[in-house]
T-cell receptor, first 113, second 113 residues
Framework: TQLLEQSPQFLSIQEGENLTVYCNSS?????LQWYRQEPGEGPVLLVT?????EVKKLKRLTFQFGDARKDSSLHITAAQPGDTGLYLC?????????????FGTGTRLTIIP | NAGVTQTPKFQVLKTGQSMTLQCAQD?????MYWYRQDPGMGLRLIYY???????DKGEVPNGYNVSRLNKREFSLRLESAAPSQTSVYFC????????????FGQGTRLTVV
């Protein structure tokens, strides 16, 4: 089983602050996805990173894939209440026949107005 | 577009009862998945179907069976429900297994008493 640990598990910060959440594994992934989930809904894809060291930006969100493709981070600048939600990373296995997604444990983010 | 549709949205079962969770997608996707979501554990894969006519076990398959009825539909069956199966269940689909976005249904909240 390829385990993905996310940290912190919970994070509550004031509107306007910056934050970073992490997704770590001892396994190599061929790609890594970040999803956001709101209460009562299924997760929705934010971004996919594929290349080691890749950085992608989505407005105030910056995603980075580690050089070794074992970890990733999500940085939010000037957090807004609309950023509140559960953030999940998901890694795609790099071995043939094991390409299915493995989800991380999640970071529950609350932005206080 | 409806995307991924799951039924029912809520269900309460007594220990030992059986039920089937239904899932259908209208995006012509090849791959479909069943996950369960428990607090602090992210999403864990129960079963998946890489393509019509095939199914494979995921991380936590015990106590469950699945049927890929056709390309659109993928059902999850609990033959004899147990309290440990109390969870939120999500169905998802993706175009292929590899490096593609997973689209999720809204979830089924199942309580086994």
């Amino acid at each position: 089983t390829q385990l993905l640990e996310q940290s912190p598990q919970f994070l509550s910060i004031q509107e306007g602050e910056n934050l970073t959440v992490y997704c770590n594994s001892s396994s190599v992934f061929s790609s890594l996805q970040w999803y956001r989930q709101e209460p009562g809904e299924g997760p929705v894809l934010l971004v996919t990173v594929v290349t080691g060291g890749e950085v992608k930006k989505l407005k105030r969100l910056t995603f980075q894939f580690g050089d070794a493709r074992k970890d990733s981070s999500l940085h939010i600048t000037a957090a807004q209440p609309g950023d509140t939600g559960l953030y999940l990373c998901a890694g795609e296995g790099s071995n043939f026949g094991n390409e299915k997604l493995t989800f991380g444990t999640g970071t529950r983010l609350t932005i206080i107005p | 577009n409806a995307g991924v549709t799951q039924t029912p949205k809520f269900q309460v079962l007594k220990t030992g009862q059986s039920m089937t969770l239904q899932c259908a997608q209208d995006m012509n996707h090849n791959s479909m998945y069943w996950y369960r979501q428990d607090p602090g554990m992210g999403l864990r894969l129960i079963y998946y179907s890489a393509s019509e006519g095939t199914t494979d076990k995921g991380e936590v398959p015990n106590g469950y069976n699945v049927s890929r009825l056709n390309k659109r539909e993928f059902s999850l069956r609990l033959e004899s429900a147990a309290p440990s199966q109390t969870s939120v269940y999500f169905c998802a689909s993706s175009e292929h297994q590899m490096n593609t976005e997973a689209f999720f249904g809204q979830g089924t909240r199942l309580t086994v008493v």
